[in-house]
């Protein structure tokens, strides 16, 4: 008998799979798709009065929202904003960020998400290096970058969230966002393989790099988990709790909409689905907050990194709420401890079967590898097998494939990966692409008989705090060119909650009187918080090197309650 993979993707069936040549190099793709983001705002036309966005008191139907980004891509293209320029949006996560990835996708102006919580330096990078043409604000973020816009060559226009009157060439939201509806959207052609963002990872070499997104990536990736769901419903009776009281699916956004888990995994798939969004109010994550939010809005759906599901679980007043409408839950960006599964089993006894961990990048437009259900138990140490369309391998430091069961780079293929490679950085995008299309993912680990993946370590020098990538490198440039600051190096030690916490080990010039503090607030007025170092220890000895001058950083890595180091008072700043 087929299973239920091969009968919705065989010749003539919903999802039949095909290969096509996707910029140069043969895939497999869905035969039948999406032509562009277009489709997707067109089928969003036919549900006007469902609700689709909720926050706090703020509520919009898909026709409102709908309304809104007409009215939005009418007016970035009468400021001179043409299809192919990019829009950046520097913003928490709120309405007005939905709004604007909508209307750039239906114009076909690449949408630039911001880090919200980035400091000016790191902004002026990516507002440089993209060539933003518009930059669109909330007032909190208008405060770090108002200095600095003036200076910037590309940018035309800047608008500012709940500015009450124009400041420093910043021009109130309102202007934007209160546009009579024009009824239709702008004629715009759009094709598949244009950018749809460009979402900037930390680099290796310290400055980011601009991971471009198609419209075919993203597109892919919504088909990848449809298919999934499809799949996962023809194997098993829907769960009693699939959806809200009224029939809806309620998603709870729970990560930051600038990453491609919040943006692709959860916006957009909610968005095609019809389902509603629940964001959560601007600041920093509270699990009260958040169980109130699932209670008052029947969220069905929860998915983020396993952080936020420690916070809920442990919470003090967990069992004073009402959590059953919740049917599914996923995360991934870290892994997930044992133990954690074992709470939300106990927490959550309805989502046995729905409850999934998943494993990608920025580069592969979020999902590559999904375990969920029965398989999520009977391989706990696995991040599961390739969605449909993608395929993994193992490579060698050369680029060779090894055998299933051997250990290596992990390598993807398929259409939901970076085809049009790094925004202006044709090196890095070679150093990352392998012929015949596999990209080099920078995780190690292996592949088993039944093509389950599992990870065991990183090739890149990069901690994941919080389900936030952080790389080394970029604090060790900062910590080095503090003045007395000799020799510096940067690993992450574990943390029960968070996954990684960043420790930075420091040797001083000799008569320094520079304290750890003292670092910790040269470091944050340059870098987000949460790649400020918790923990630093001090030193006047030089680090310790292997022969080739290599710093031994198994060395430097100890123990996070060693009591040499010294931690920062904010163990939450990333969130």
Not at 108 to 123: D, F, I, R, S, Y
Not at 296 to 317: A, F, L, Q, Y
Request: aromatic share 6%.
């Amino acid at each position: 008998m087929e299973s239920p993979v091969a009968q919705l993707t065989g010749p003539g069936a919903p999802f039949e799979i095909a290969v096509e040549d996707v910029c140069g190099t043969p895939l497999s793709v869905y035969k039948q798709r999406f032509a562009s983001m277009q489709d997707l705002i067109g089928i969003a036309d036919t549900r006007p009065d469902v609700d689709w966005l909720a926050q706090g008191e703020r509520r919009l139907t898909f026709g409102e929202h709908n309304a809104l980004v007409r009215g939005v891509a009418t007016a970035l293209l009468e400021l001179g904003v043409e299809p192919g320029d990019r829009v950046a949006v520097l913003s928490a996560n709120n309405i007005e960020w939905v709004v604007m990835f909508w209307a750039c996708a239906a114009i076909g102006v690449a949408c630039v998400p911001l880090n919200a919580w980035w400091k000016a330096e790191e902004l002026d990078f990516a507002l440089r290096d993209s060539g933003a043409r518009a930059l669109v604000c909330d007032l909190k973020r208008w405060l770090v970058v108002c200095d600095i816009v003036g200076a910037l060559p590309d940018l035309a226009h800047v608008f500012a969230m709940d500015l009450e009157a124009p400041d420093k060439g910043a021009r109130p939201g309102v202007d934007l966002f209160a546009r009579e509806d024009p009824g239709t959207l702008p004629a715009a052609t759009v094709c598949e393989d244009d950018l749809l963002a460009i979402l900037y990872t930390s680099g290796t070499t310290g400055k980011p790099k601009g991971a471009t997104v198609t419209h075919r990536q993203a597109l892919a990736n919504l088909q990848n988990l449809a298919l999934l769901n499809a799949t996962a419903a023809a194997a098993s009776a829907p769960e009693p709790q699939e959806a809200a009281s009224n029939g809806q699916a309620a998603t709870l956004l729970v990560v930051p909409l600038f990453h491609v888990t919040g943006a692709l995994a959860s916006m957009v798939t909610a968005y095609a689905a019809g389902a509603k969004l629940v964001l959560m109010p601007p600041g920093r994550f509270d699990p009260e907050e958040a169980m109130a939010t699932i209670e008052r809005e029947r969220v069905t759906n929860i998915g983020g990194v396993p952080t936020v599901m420690w916070r809920i679980v442990e919470h003090d007043t967990f069992h004073e709420y009402d959590l059953s409408s919740v049917a599914r839950i996923g995360y991934g960006g870290a892994p997930a401890a044992p133990e954690l599964v074992e709470k939300i089993k106990v927490a959550f006894p309805q989502v046995r079967q729905s409850l999934s961990t998943a494993y990608g990048l920025t580069e592969t437009a979020s999902v590559a590898t999904v375990n969920a259900g029965d398989d999520y138990f009977s391989h706990p140490d696995s991040v599961g097998r390739p969605v449909p369309t993608v395929e993994a391998t193992v490579v060698d430091p050369d680029g060779n494939q090894l055998p299933l069961g051997e250990t290596g780079e992990i390598a993807l293929r398929g259409p939901t990966i970076m085809m049009r490679g790094y925004w202006n950085r044709p090196d890095a995008t070679d150093a990352v692409f392998l012929p015949g299309g596999w990209f080099r993912t920078g995780d190690i680990g292996r592949i088993d008989g039944e093509g389950f993946v599992y990870l065991s370590d990183r090739a890149k020098d990069m901690i994941i705090r919080g389900g936030e990538n952080v790389y080394c490198v970029e604090i060790e440039h900062v910590l080095f060119e503090h003045p007395d600051v000799l020799d510096a190096a940067v690993v992450g030690v574990p943390h029960r909650t968070l996954g990684e916490e960043v420790k930075a080990v420091v040797q001083l010039r000799a008569g320094s009187r520079t304290t750890a503090d003292d670092l910790r607030v040269y470091c944050s007025e340059r870098l987000a918080s949460f790649k400020v170092p918790e923990y630093l220890e001090l030193r006047d000895e030089p680090l310790p090197r292997n022969p080739a001058g290599k710093i031994l950083k198994q060395l430097l890595r100890g123990d996070s309650e060693d009591s040499a180091f010294t931690p920062s008072a904010d163990d939450d700043s990333a969130l």
